[in-house]
Structures are given as structure tokens and as C-alpha cells.
């Protein structure tokens, strides 16, 4: 691993990244943020279904362990509150499926724990909820944590900032969303995407497979106002743009396109004079429709888009493709 390459003041990555790209060293990471920081221990506890809790008085008691060794296996994480409750987590990434483990840390909770959590944080989105015996078993996925810790109250917190972008780095093409929407109306930022192939926006984290821009009424635009265009999302960096230089060998992971990857780097340059930190969506040519996709009324918009776009809005492909009028 190359930790600076010459012609750059500092390393880009962090401690997290020294740990690898394994399932232990997701699992290691993970543990180090909710041992570090009271607010991502309380947000994730609420995320369990565990809330109102006095956080400041509660984290001071709480005991956290990182594989633990007992008769019946080893556990990834471990949280113990002293007769309230008792959480075990495994942590998977890619296709490591959660099999025996659902019933082989049952004999591992303590009796006297009020509340009993097994919680599973794989790859895969799962809405399973069960009980085994007294002890509650919980399904997340990656994307949920990302999305708990991806919030204004966490933006100035390096941790944070750093996990993230250890996630994002790391398991990119295993933590995906699928089609981010995002509301376009700033003539230079619809010039990148259209001429550059590039989406840039302030820090964000998450790899969605597509971007589709939502051009407003403001922009004027000759295709009219809605989404126009869907892209195929072919890398993401968090990156300060006069870096880019120092990121040619991702650039070159994302595609074998020279013709591509010069197109991005010469859409950077309208960023130069930014000094922070900022996410960029490396974009592959557009499909377009013939006729814009449309938002509806707000009350109707639970799985599409209604009035303001929110941060970080994605929808299932199953739901895009019921709002293109025409598909050719």
C-alpha cells in the first residue's frame, strides 16, 4: 500500500484505511467510531430500536468488546449495559451469508439483560425481524449505517468523516444505492454534466449506481424541466479539486476511456479555487429520453420525488421505470 505519493504534502488516506479491506477490518473500524464517539453509539442504539436515553450519563457505563472469544464462536462486537441490555453484532460484506450464526450466539446472552439484540450488518438490505427464544434478531445493511452517520450533526467530526470515507474507498462496489436524483438548475453544474460527465456536490458518502439529473424550471433548459438524462455512476471521490492529479490510478479503475477521464479532470478546473473537500460523481455518457420524467404532488411522493428534492434522494430502479413516459 502506498501511503504518499510524491508530489503531495500529505497521505489521503486515514488510520482506518492501514486496517484493510476485509470483513474484520469493516468490523474493527465500525467498533473503534461507536467507542469513540457517544452520538454515533447513541444514533446507532436508536437505529436498534433503543431510544430516550440520557446519553451523556448512559455511554460512561457501557462496555464494548471486539472478538470476543466464548465456547460457542467468536463475536464481531459486543455493547453490554449492566442489567438494561446486551447487544452482539456480526458484521458481513459481500456474499457471506448469515447461516448458523442466527441461533449459535443465542447461549451467549446474559440472563439478567433486560433487552437481548442479535443485529447483523450485511451487504444486502434485509426487512427480516425475529425472536429466537427471548432475544431479538435484527437485519441492517451497510447503506443504514452510512446513512445514520451521513447527517449535519456528524459534518464537522473527522471520525466520522474519516469512517466514512473508508467505507466509500474500500467497499464501493459492495455499499450501493441505486439511482440518486438530485435537483440541477446552476448553469455551470449542468455544463459539467453535460460536456464533462461530472456531478459535483458538497461532502457526501455512498455509491449510488446511477445519477439522474432533475433540471428545474430555473435552468431553462431546452429538454423542459424534469430528468432528462440517467448516467451510469462509474466511480466516486471525496477529494479537494486541485488533487485530482493525485488520483489518476482511480480515475484509471473507473474506466479504460482516456477520452472519459480527460473529459472529468478538465470539468475539475471549474473547482480549482475550492480549498474544502468536496464529493464528485465520475460520470459514464447520459442516456436520454425523449420526454422528462416528472415529479408528482408531495403527499404522493413517498417512493419517487415531490416539490424539493432532499439530499442524498435515490429510488429503486422498479420505481424509476414507472415514470418514463417513453422508454425510446
Same mark, same amino acid.
Given at each position: 500500500?502506498?501511503?504518499?505519493?510524491?508530489?503531495?504534502?500529505?497521505?489521503?488516506?486515514?488510520y482506518f484505511d492501514l486496517?484493510?479491506?476485509?470483513?474484520?477490518?469493516?468490523?474493527?473500524?465500525?467498533?473503534?467510531?461507536?467507542?469513540?464517539?457517544?452520538?454515533?453509539?447513541?444514533?446507532?442504539?436508536?437505529?436498534?430500536?433503543?431510544?430516550?436515553?440520557?446519553?451523556?450519563?448512559?455511554?460512561?457505563?457501557?462496555?464494548?468488546?471486539?472478538?470476543?472469544?466464548?465456547?460457542?464462536?467468536?463475536?464481531?462486537?459486543? #455493547?453490554?449495559?449492566?442489567?438494561?441490555?446486551? *447487544?452482539? !453484532? +456480526?458484521?458481513? &460484506? @459481500?456474499? %457471506?451469508?448469515?447461516?448458523?450464526?442466527?441461533?449459535?450466539?443465542?447461549?451467549?446472552?446474559?440472563?439478567?439483560?433486560?433487552?437481548?439484540?442479535?443485529?447483523?450488518?450485511?451487504?444486502?438490505?434485509?426487512?427480516?425481524?425475529?425472536?429466537?427464544?427471548?432475544?431479538?434478531v435484527i437485519y441492517l445493511?451497510?447503506?443504514?449505517?452510512?446513512?445514520?452517520?451521513?447527517?449535519?450533526?456528524?459534518?464537522?467530526?473527522?471520525?466520522?468523516?474519516?469512517?466514512?470515507?473508508?467505507?466509500?474507498?474500500?467497499?464501493?462496489?459492495?455499499?450501493?444505492?441505486?439511482? #440518486?436524483?438530485?435537483?440541477?438548475?446552476?448553469? *455551470?453544474? !449542468? +455544463?459539467?454534466? &453535460? @460536456?464533462? %460527465?461530472?456531478?459535483?456536490?458538497?461532502?457526501?458518502y455512498g455509491n449510488p449506481?446511477?445519477?439522474?439529473?432533475?433540471?428545474?424550471?430555473?435552468?431553462?433548459?431546452?429538454?423542459?424541466?424534469?430528468?432528462?438524462?440517467?448516467?451510469?455512476?462509474?466511480?466516486?471521490?471525496?477529494?479537494?479539486?486541485?488533487?485530482?492529479?493525485?488520483?489518476?490510478?482511480?480515475?484509471?479503475?473507473?474506466?479504460?476511456?482516456?477520452?472519459?477521464?480527460?473529459?472529468?479532470?478538465?470539468?475539475?478546473?471549474?473547482?480549482?479555487?475550492?480549498?474544502?473537500?468536496?464529493?464528485?460523481?465520475?460520470?459514464?455518457?447520459?442516456?436520454?429520453?425523449?420526454?422528462?420524467?416528472?415529479?408528482?404532488?408531495?403527499?404522493?411522493?413517498?417512493?419517487?420525488?415531490?416539490?424539493?428534492?432532499?439530499?442524498?434522494?435515490?429510488?429503486?430502479?422498479?420505481?424509476?421505470?414507472?415514470?418514463?413516459?417513453?422508454?425510446?
Amino acid at each position: 500500500m502506498i501511503l504518499k505519493i510524491a508530489g503531495n504534502n500529505q497521505t489521503n488516506l486515514s488510520y482506518f484505511d492501514l486496517l484493510g479491506d476485509d470483513e474484520n477490518a469493516l468490523s474493527k473500524a465500525f467498533t473503534y467510531v461507536l467507542a469513540k464517539d457517544s452520538q454515533a453509539y447513541s444514533e446507532f442504539l436508536k437505529l436498534l430500536g433503543i431510544k430516550y436515553l440520557n446519553i451523556t450519563n448512559h455511554y460512561p457505563t457501557v462496555k464494548i468488546d471486539i472478538q470476543k472469544k466464548r465456547k460457542e464462536g467468536i463475536t464481531d462486537i459486543e #455493547l453490554f449495559s449492566e442489567g438494561y441490555y446486551q *447487544i452482539i !453484532i +456480526e458484521c458481513k &460484506i @459481500d456474499n %457471506n451469508k448469515v447461516k448458523q450464526q442466527r441461533k449459535q450466539y443465542i447461549p451467549c446472552f446474559d440472563s439478567n439483560a433486560k433487552r437481548k439484540i442479535l443485529c447483523f450488518i450485511t451487504q444486502e438490505r434485509e426487512n427480516n425481524l425475529s425472536i429466537e427464544s427471548d432475544v431479538k434478531v435484527i437485519y441492517l445493511s451497510w447503506i443504514d449505517i452510512v446513512n445514520v452517520f451521513d447527517q449535519k450533526s456528524f459534518n464537522q467530526k473527522k471520525l466520522i468523516s474519516d469512517f466514512l470515507t473508508f467505507i466509500q474507498r474500500s467497499y464501493r462496489i459492495k455499499m450501493v444505492r441505486e439511482i #440518486l436524483i438530485q435537483d440541477l438548475s446552476e448553469s *455551470i453544474e !449542468i +455544463e459539467k454534466f &453535460i @460536456d464533462y %460527465n461530472l456531478y459535483g456536490r458538497d461532502e457526501t458518502y455512498g455509491n449510488p449506481l446511477y445519477f439522474a439529473p432533475y433540471f428545474t424550471q430555473k435552468s431553462n433548459r431546452i429538454e423542459g424541466e424534469g430528468i432528462s438524462y440517467l448516467s451510469k455512476i462509474l466511480g466516486v471521490l471525496t477529494i479537494i479539486p486541485s488533487e485530482i492529479t493525485c488520483f489518476e490510478e482511480e480515475l484509471t479503475s473507473f474506466t479504460d476511456d482516456n477520452d472519459l477521464i480527460s473529459n472529468w479532470i478538465t470539468g475539475l478546473k471549474f473547482d480549482k479555487k475550492i480549498k474544502a473537500k468536496k464529493t464528485y460523481f465520475f460520470l459514464d455518457k447520459p442516456f436520454k429520453f425523449k420526454t422528462p420524467l416528472q415529479k408528482v404532488l408531495v403527499q404522493e411522493s413517498k417512493n419517487w420525488i415531490g416539490g424539493l428534492i432532499p439530499k442524498n434522494r435515490c429510488v429503486t430502479f422498479e420505481e424509476f421505470i414507472k415514470h418514463i413516459p417513453e422508454l425510446l
